[in-house]
Each structure stands twice: as structure tokens, then as C-alpha cells.
């Protein structure tokens, strides 16, 4: 029975180190997209920010659309994410308090060394995708209702084509994350829609090339959201403001401007020029 | 985390054990996270799926086969519905939202609780009733209730128990659709091996995503081995 004595103690001991939960003592939570995590800009911005006001920020990068959810349930104190019009229904709707916007950057095509459809160059993201369903070339979809899918599908709606009729055939959905989209297409040799700072820090891009940009359309605006207090009492109301502030101040703005990878800007700061 | 190159394999392997040799402090913090809300989803699942499979082995109760081919069924439980149900539930806006677990490990250590313990209590259900035909005339000439079977039985199966255990143990550390969901995958909060690997996969460092994978299985192994010498020791001091 001596065995009793030290297997019962080994068998709690797991429920002991699971009690502190390791918080530091102030702490937010974001719901925020893939590609501001994936291109490593959180990794830069918030220890600055954390370092200046003591505020850990936690992040949970998930598409637009589930960062949305998440936040609609109470489950983040802030949400900054990259769909405008999402962001505005949201504050509308009265989850969020009002609506900043932050940074932009741009969504490019990417697509195969060969460029089978012959896009190379084009600065016309709808006559691109035509080119690319008219040669039904294998197209990467995010099909995850994030930001990025949602300006994908805006994007085929201006070509006139119903792409998601071809679903399964050279129309491929892959729903899932910008860098799984990624993997995908690299894999099956296909085109997709990325924004760059997703495209510029990926690093499996194998035999796939940036092949159009520069079109008005490819703008992809960051907003920013404090999730409303009055509708959720426990949100870290003032925590949360200190990052919408920090983030759309000078010294935000600037560590945005700072972040490099590979030499490129990734994010072009813009807090308060387009307004909202 | 650095960045590497894809190239090969091989260049996964020399990667983790570069990582291991370097002692990577982010690596040190991500494989003790990824441990310590295993080891306690594990100790939990043990604690409620031994007695139940026991109970389930033992007990002529109304409804015992159905419990038990529930039990059996619920060992492939998706980890990603799972993980689903749990958010449900400890979301703000769900049942259990005052208490603010989401995004924290103890939530991760819920949902692979939840995972598990069937797979405990169906397995541990084979090895009493085994038990159970083994040692039925001696318990019966001891007059044993109930209860204290169901205590005699485990206590003397906890060796073959000890593979139910590490069955569950396997499965926790492995799966990242359960934590991925209710843990959200926050860098120095709720990051462990599985969400790592994925996080690395979708930012197509495939070969750091590789070199983690292999550390992950080094490291189960590293607990079954643990596991075993344990149980020989003991086997051998007081066995």
C-alpha cells in the first residue's frame, strides 16, 4: 500500500499545475485575421505597446468573419480586422463603439511561374480572374468567409463570373487560412487572391509568382473596433481603448510604418486620412 | 520564431534538434503548456473515466449498455465538435460565460478532458470486466460490496490500467482542433505543439512545422517511456 502514498499524490499533481492560469495583471483580448498574425506584425507591434502602458495583448487570429463572431459574443475586448463594411454593421449593430481605420495595404493575384491564363502584369484584378476562369486555371479560394474571400467574391462578381458554380472543378475552396490557401495553390500549381504582407512573409512559395497588382479594387483597408461595453460589461473597456488609441496615434502609426520583412513595408499606416 | 527555408526531411530533423540543443526559450514555454494541460486533462479524464468504466463493467443498472456503447462510441469524438461545444458553452454569451475561461488553458484542459475520458472509461471497462473474471470467486468469498469491488478491482488492475491511461494521454497532446478552438492559439497564453504546428504550416515554414511535429512525437514517447519505467519499478518493489 506503500504505492498509495506517492501514485494518488502523481494522479492530483497535473490538477495542481493546472490552477494558476499564468495572467499577467493586465491583459486584453483582440480577435483579429490571419494575416496580421501570420506576417508576424503583432509580434512586432505589441511588445512596444505592452512595454509603454503595460497592457498584454492577446490575440486570437482567426478569418474576419469568426474574429466578427467572436467578438459579437463578448469574446474579445477589441476587433481589428480588414472589412469595412462588416466593421461598420458590426458598430451598427451596437456590439462595437466605433470604428477606426488603422493601416492598409493591398491584395495582389499570385499564380504559377507559367501563368497558364496569361495574366503577368495586368493591372486588372476582374479581367484577371475572367482570364483565369476562361483558361480554367486552378483557382486557390479562401471559401472561409474572411475578409479576404468576401473581396475575392466581390472581385468575380465584377468579372460577371459565378465562379462558385465551378466549385470542385478549377474552382477550388479551400476554406481554411491565407497560408493553407496558400500551401494549397503552391501544391496544385493554381492562382490566388492574397493580400501581401501574407504573400511577402510566406515562406513556401515554391513555383508561385506575383503576377497582378496595382488595381484600385486590390485595396484592403484595417479597422479597428473597441467592443461595446454597454452590450458587454466585462469587456476591459479602458485597456481596450489605451490599444485603439495607441494604434491610431503617432507612435502607433509610426511602429506600423517601422515593421519591414525582407526589406518591404508591410502595412501603410492611415489612421484618420480616409475616415469613417 | 526563426525563419528557415523549406529544403528536405532531413533539414526538419536537424532543425529539431538544433532547437532542442539551443534550449529555445519559446519552445521550453510551448512544449511545458502543451504538457502541463495534457497531463492534467489525463489526470482528470482518469479520475471521472476509471470509476465509470469500472462501474460499467461491474453494475447491472438500467441502461448500462447503452452508456457503455455511448462510452465506446465517444472514443472518436471529433476533437473539432468538441471543441465547438465547449466554446458554446464557455463563450461569454453561453452558460458558463461568467466565468471567463475562454482563451485560457484551463479551457484547453476542458475540452481534452472531454475528449478523453470516454476513451479511458471504455478501455478501463475492458480491463475490469477481464479483472472481474479473474478474481470473481475470491471477491465473492470475501463477500465484497460493491463498492469496495469496484476500489479492489482497479487497485489491482492499475498496471493494465495504466495503458488506458496513456491511450488517452496520446490522444490529447496529439490533437489541435479542440484547443485551436477553445485555447485561440495566443502566442505566450494558450500556444502549445499541435497550434503551433499548424500556425507554422499556414505560414509555410513546412520544415520548422516539421521540426516540431518530431519534437511533439519525441515527446510523447518520452512520457510513455516515463510512464512504463514507473510502473516497473513499483511493479518490481511492491508489485
Known amino acids: ?46 511588445p512596444i505597446f505592452q512595454a509603454k502602458t503595460g497592457i498584454e495583448v492577446r490575440v486570437v487570429a482567426v478569418g474576419t468573419g469568426q474574429a466578427i463572431k467572436l467578438a459579437q459574443n463578448g469574446d474579445a475586448d477589441v476587433l481589428f480586422v480588414h472589412h469595412k463594411p462588416s466593421e461598420e454593421k458590426f458598430v451598427a449593430e451596437g456590439y462595437g463603439v466605433k470604428r477606426f481605420d488603422v493601416m492598409y495595404n493591398d491584395f495582389v493575384i499570385v499564380g504559377p511561374k507559367a501563368d497558364p491564363a496569361g495574366v503577368r502584369g495586368t493591372h486588372d484584378a476582374a479581367a484577371a480572374l475572367r482570364a483565369i476562369a476562361e483558361a480554367k486555371a486552378a483557382f486557390a479560394s479562401r471559401g472561409d468567409d474572411s475578409g479576404t474571400h468576401k473581396k475575392e467574391q466581390s472581385l468575380w462578381q465584377a468579372a460577371g463570373i459565378d465562379a462558385a458554380a465551378a466549385s470542385g472543378q478549377w474552382y477550388r475552396e479551400t476554406g481554411s487560412g491565407m497560408g493553407a490557401t496558400l500551401n494549397a495553390a503552391a501544391g496544385m500549381g493554381g492562382y490566388a487572391l492574397t493580400d501581401r504582407a501574407t504573400w511577402i512573409s510566406f515562406n513556401n512559395k515554391s513555383d508561385l509568382d506575383l503576377l497582378v497588382e496595382g488595381d484600385k479594387r486590390l485595396f484592403n483597408q484595417y479597422g479597428v473596433v473597441l467592443v461595446n461595453p454597454a452590450k458587454f460589461p466585462h469587456v476591459k473597456a479602458a485597456d481596450g481603448q489605451a490599444f485603439v488609441d495607441w494604434l491610431t496615434a503617432p507612435a502607433g502609426q509610426k511602429a506600423i510604418a517601422d515593421f519591414h520583412v525582407d526589406g518591404q513595408q508591410l502595412f501603410v499606416p492611415n489612421a484618420g486620412k480616409a475616415g469613417s | 520564431m526563426p525563419r528557415y527555408p523549406l529544403t528536405d526531411l532531413t533539414a526538419a530533423f536537424a532543425l529539431a534538434l538544433d532547437m532542442l540543443l539551443r534550449v529555445d526559450r519559446d519552445l521550453l514555454e510551448i512544449v511545458g503548456l502543451s504538457l502541463r494541460v495534457s497531463l492534467s486533462a489525463v489526470g482528470l479524464a482518469a479520475l471521472i473515466g476509471l470509476p465509470l468504466g469500472a462501474a460499467v463493467a461491474l453494475f447491472r443498472f438500467p441502461g448500462r449498455l447503452a452508456v457503455h456503447a455511448l462510452l465506446t462510441a465517444f472514443m ?74 469496484l476500489v479492489t478491482l482497479l487497485w489491482d488492475g492499475r498496471f493494465r490500467l495504466l495503458t488506458a491511461i496513456l491511450a488517452g494521454f496520446g490522444r490529447a497532446v496529439a490533437e489541435v482542433g479542440a484547443v485551436m478552438i477553445v485555447g485561440g492559439n495566443i502566442n505566450h497564453a494558450t500556444r502549445v505543439m499541435t497550434t503551433a504546428i499548424a500556425l507554422e504550416t499556414s505560414k509555410g515554414n513546412l520544415a520548422l512545422a516539421l521540426a516540431l511535429g518530431i519534437i511533439l512525437i519525441a515527446l510523447a514517447l518520452g512520457v510513455n517511456l516515463a510512464a512504463m519505467a514507473i510502473r516497473d519499478a513499483t511493479r518490481a518493489r511492491y508489485g
Request: net charge negative; hydrophobic share 50%; glycine share 8%.
Open chain 1, 1 to 46: 500500500m506503500l504505492t498509495r502514498r506517492f501514485l494518488l499524490p502523481l494522479l492530483l499533481l497535473p490538477l495542481a499545475l493546472a490552477l494558476p492560469a499564468g495572467a499577467a495583471e493586465r491583459t486584453i483580448t483582440v480577435a483579429s485575421t490571419t494575416s496580421t498574425e501570420n506576417s508576424g506584425l503583432f509580434e512586432y507591434l505589441l
Open chain 2, 76 to 149: 472518436g469524438l471529433p476533437p473539432v465538435v468538441v471543441g465547438l461545444i465547449v466554446y458554446l458553452l464557455l463563450s461569454r454569451a453561453g452558460p458558463l460565460g461568467v466565468l471567463g475561461l475562454l482563451f485560457t488553458p484551463a479551457a484547453m484542459i476542458i475540452a481534452q478532458c472531454l475528449l478523453i475520458t470516454p476513451i479511458i472509461a471504455a478501455l478501463s471497462a475492458q480491463t475490469v470486466a477481464d479483472l472481474h473474471e479473474e478474481y470473481d470467486e475470491q471477491l465473492r468469498s470475501l463477500a465484497a460490496g460493491p463498492g469496495q469491488t
